[in-house]
């Protein structure tokens, strides 16, 4: 961070401070406030935090404007297209794309730790078949830390190490026995012979009783969405893992908390909801409709799939699903899918209706994805755990990076109190 020597003056109650400003290689130049409160006595206001940088990071940036997304320097359309996912999990950890040595390496370390502790599967047994997968996903990750001691001490650059690798190779193997447990049927244990993506949809689809061979296409198409949702900058989630990893939890519980978080609609589980609307519209002449509701400030309704607290232009990430859904659907014989005819139509409606054009609505990663994953036969409630899945590695390569910082403190936020004054307790005879 280049602390420039530029720096912003604040008149307040007679007294004037000196914020100093540190300047990015990319993006907006950040005020530090870090002394606000001890010498001018106020806080800043900044609730869902629009306007605040929690950290700095080198691992990915977004221009919203420009509707850019890049991993240690590199677009996400350049990754999605010629890299692959674990390769990419590699440049997210480490900072730099691996040589063929160290691919290999890091690729086999994942794949010898894709089979979890046996005593894990009786978790499954205590939840109800109708469970939602991101309900068993959230405590079974975070059971996690009831079984591996020797990956808990986060002082421990060794076992960060090996706990980022475990998370990112079991993911895959807790997701898949989630749906499998959903659907009554027994879990499919990791064939190391396959490669990452082709493994997630052989734990998923196969079954004992018949051979299962993994169709090429699906694969990269898996491997595709894995890419896409590698990471996103301090989102909510990785807020949340920021914030949890900051009191010193182990990594399990903090990516716990960062799967609970995403499971939201207005985050990971907007894929969810966008295929459930799309679905609810129907046809195309029901799309008016929706997006009056979706206008509407009186209707809750809001277009699942749509908008961005950075993107104010087209997510990069919808650009290559978009591109991806028309592959996968034609590949598969299904390009006359409606719930695609609907969400380009809908797309295109919205696009140029003013109230998205001047709130600069465009669509989110949540908006296409939904449509590939359901062609490839998942059923919606699998979706945003495979978002979850897909998200660990950023998590994860968040968390090293805020461990590994000296300066890592504690995060503790304050308040704009509006509560009452101190007052008496009143015995209850005079209430
Ligand atoms: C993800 O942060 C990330 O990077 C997240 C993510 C990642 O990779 O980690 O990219 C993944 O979470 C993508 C977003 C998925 N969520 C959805 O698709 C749900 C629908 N979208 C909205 O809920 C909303 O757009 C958010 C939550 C995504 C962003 O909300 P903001 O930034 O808080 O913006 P806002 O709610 O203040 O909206 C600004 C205005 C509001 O109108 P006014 O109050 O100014 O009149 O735009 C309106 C909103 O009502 N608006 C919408 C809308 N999204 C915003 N109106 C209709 N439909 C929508 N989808």
Known sequence: MTETQKSATLSLNGETY??????????????????????????????????????????????????????????????????????????LLYGELPTAAQLEDFETRVTRHTMVHEQMHNFFRGFRRDAHPMATLVGVVGAMSAFYHDSLDVTDPWQREVAAVRLIAKLPTI??????????QPFVYPKNDLDYSANFLHMCFSVPSEEYHVNPILSRAMDRIFILHADHEQNASTSTVRLASSSGANPFACIAAGIACLWGPAHGGANQACLEMLKEIGSVDRIPEFIERAKDKNDPFRLMGFGH????????????????????????????????????????????????????????????????????????SMFTPIFALSRTVGWISQWKEMIADPQNKIGRPRQLYLGETMRDYTDIEKR
């Open 18 to 91: 000196e914020l100093p400003i540190f300047s990015p290689t990319a993006g907006p130049d950040v005020l530090d406030i870090r002394k606000l409160y001890a010498q001018a006595g106020v806080f800043t206001y900044d609730p869902g935090f629009t306007s605040t940088a929690s950290c700095d990071s080198t691992i990915t940036y977004i221009d919203g404007g420009k509707g850019e997304l890049l991993h240690r320097g590199y677009p996400i359309d350049q990754l999605a297209s010629k890299s692959h996912y674990l390769e990419v999990c590699y440049l």
């Open 175 to 184: 997701a898949a026995m989630a749906y499998k447990y959903s659907i009554g």
């Open 309 to 380: 607290r950075v993107y104010k232009n087209t997510d990069p990430r919808a650009k290559v699903l978009k591109q991806s859904a028309d592959e996968v659907l034609e590949l598969l014989g299904v390009e006359d899918n409606p719930l695609l005819q609907v969400a380009k139509e809908l797309e295109q409606t919205a696009l140029n209706d003013p109230y998205f054009i001047e709130k600069k609505l465009f669509p989110n990663v949540d908006f296409y994805s939904g449509i590939i994953l359901e062609a490839m036969g998942f059923p919606t």
